[in-house]
């Protein structure tokens, strides 16, 4: 009796395991999503585009994933995280001009449905963690009231990494847990903690309590390496030492680093708690880096804020075991921020045709390494500035692209490159043979049918332009109003 009882110990213990080993894994048919933005990273502040970088866990992603090489975002944060969640181009929101300020009433418009709304519909559970910068004055401008079920982070788009004080002053860190008002806290608590590592500690905690009966969709917008120029002194002085010659681009090494490894903690965390074999992870960066603050977009031309492809081009790498039977590989493929939402709903297995967005699904195209779906597309068009910038097959038209519109970090063994003082109204520039924009084709006279139908084509565009409005600032907003932090519902009607 004693050995029939242990037997059956024995027998419920293995079952037991069994479905330990089960439950540990990923049980829904539907693959979780990682989204990992990283904010200003230029195309050479990665290692395995300058080996001066210190981004090990970034550049195994480059080598066992897909690695993208003509892959676009807008050139300036706000627009570009409202184009990936809209799939819609910014100036047709009037989101062209700039980036969302403190005390402004200004969002995303609010009458769009969002890819996270979207993928809640589908059953997903959804969390934003990082930077947000898409307007709070309004609670239905925050993430909880925009498809995600939780948001740890910041509302605007520029603070200190350690004091959480905001460009604007005043706390900026916030962990929302819902729609309701005492669902909306302050996390003073995470006051002196560089926020790369708040971030990606959030996600792992995250990871931890998921109901893996549920699939997720996690956005991690981290801050890095957008300024100020901000990093613990072990990635600047240690991981980094070997960067002498420029402190800006030595701190800008140790901010990619110190992401790097917090990506690394991630990814670590996904392979312990069995997500890794039902996982899709995109890394990209929301626009160009900065040239002036330390980051390089060599061997492309310009910086974040012009429409140059330094300013546009950005890292982006696609990853899963799964979904990707055939990575690694370079699609050189046109993709753009506003395709991410068709291609990624295509993914999570919704086959219909979403309506209303200005995105392509691309994700046959990569999955087969195939050829885009995407033939053109518009950089921006800025009616303030007067700038614009349309893509067709390989050549590019732009008006006034903007500064800095040099080449900077160039090696020392190229011919060194400088942008002309004057420039004509027009540039037109072949992308496939020249992506560095070197050689202006406009008086090309074989180009002066091509010529004329892009120009014909941008003015179709200009004409679907929402004009960019004047918002007033509203004092109601400002940090001593509210305990010394930002907090939303300031402006609410």
């Known amino acids: 009796m004693a050995t029939q009882h242990s037997q059956w110990r024995t027998g419920l213990a293995l079952l037991v395991t069994c479905s330990c080993l089960h ?60 184009a990936f969640l809209t799939g819609k181009y910014p100036f047709k929101m009037g989101l062209q001009h700039s980036v969302f300020t403190a005390l402004k009433n200004n969002s995303m418009p609010t009458d769009i449905k969002l890819l996270p709304e979207h993928l809640q519909e589908l059953g997903y559970a959804t969390h934003f963690v990082g930077k947000w910068h898409l307007g709070f004055c309004m609670k239905k401008m925050t993430p909880t009231q925009r498809g995600f079920d939780t948001f740890y982070g910041m509302y605007n788009g520029k603070g200190s990494f350690y004091t959480h004080i905001s460009k604007w002053d005043g706390y900026d860190f916030h962990y929302d847990t819902g729609k309701e008002a005492a669902d909306y806290k302050v996390e003073w608590a995470a006051n002196g903690t560089y926020s790369t590592n708040l971030f990606s500690d959030k996600t792992i905690d995250i990871l931890k309590n998921h109901n893996k009966t549920k699939p997720f969709f996690i956005m ?27 402190s800006k681009r030595k701190t800008k090494c140790g901010m990619a680093a110190a992401m790097d490894a917090g990506i690394g903690n991630v990814t670590s965390a996904l392979d312990s708690l069995g997500f890794s074999d039902n996982l899709i992870t995109l ?28 300013g546009t081009r950005v890292v982006s790498i696609l990853h899963s075991k ?26 999570a297995g919704y086959n219909k045709t979403i309506t209303g967005i200005d995105g392509v699904d691309n994700w046959s195209p990569i999955v087969n390494n195939g050829t885009s779906k995407r033939t053109e597309f518009v950089y921006n068009i800025n009616d303030v500035k007067n700038t614009s910038a349309l893509r067709v097959g390989k050549y590019k038209l732009i008006t006034k692209a903007g500064k800095p519109d040099g080449w900077s970090y160039q090696p020392a063994n190229v011919t060194k490159l400088e942008p002309p003082s004057k420039y004509p109204d027009y540039l037109l520039f ?36 929402v004009p960019t409005k004047e918002y007033d600032t509203i004092n109601a907003g400002k940090p001593k109003n509210h305990g010394g932090a930002w907090v939303s519902g300031w402006c609410d009607a």
């Open 23 to 82: 439950v540990c894994r990923s049980v829904t048919s539907k693959p979780n999503i990682l989204i990992i933005f990283a904010d200003d990273l230029g195309w050479s502040d990665v290692g395995f585009n300058d080996n001066t970088m210190r981004t090990p866990n970034i550049d195994k992603m480059a080598k066992e994933g897909v690695n993208m090489s003509s892959s676009y975002m807008n050139h300036v944060c706000s627009p570009s995280r409202a």
């Open 220 to 246: 991690l917008s981290y801050q890095a390496v957008h300024g100020p120029l901000e990093a613990p002194d072990y990635y600047v002085n240690t991981t980094c030492a070997h960067i002498t010659v420029d």
């Open 430 to 465: 072949n992308i496939d043979a020249d992506p560095s924009e070197t050689t202006n084709l406009i008086n090309t006279k074989s180009l002066k049918k091509t010529i004329r139908k892009m120009k014909r084509k941008l003015k179709k565009y200009r004409n679907k332009l």
């Open 283 to 310: 890394f990209v960066s929301d626009n160009g880096g900065p040239t002036k603050e330390g980051s390089s977009n060599w061997p492309l031309r310009g910086s974040k804020i012009t429409l140059w492809e330094g």
């Open 322 to 347: 799964k979904y990707l039977p055939n990575q690694p590989y370079q699609w050189g493929g046109m993709m753009h921020s506003i395709d991410w939402y068709p291609t990624l709903m295509k993914a």
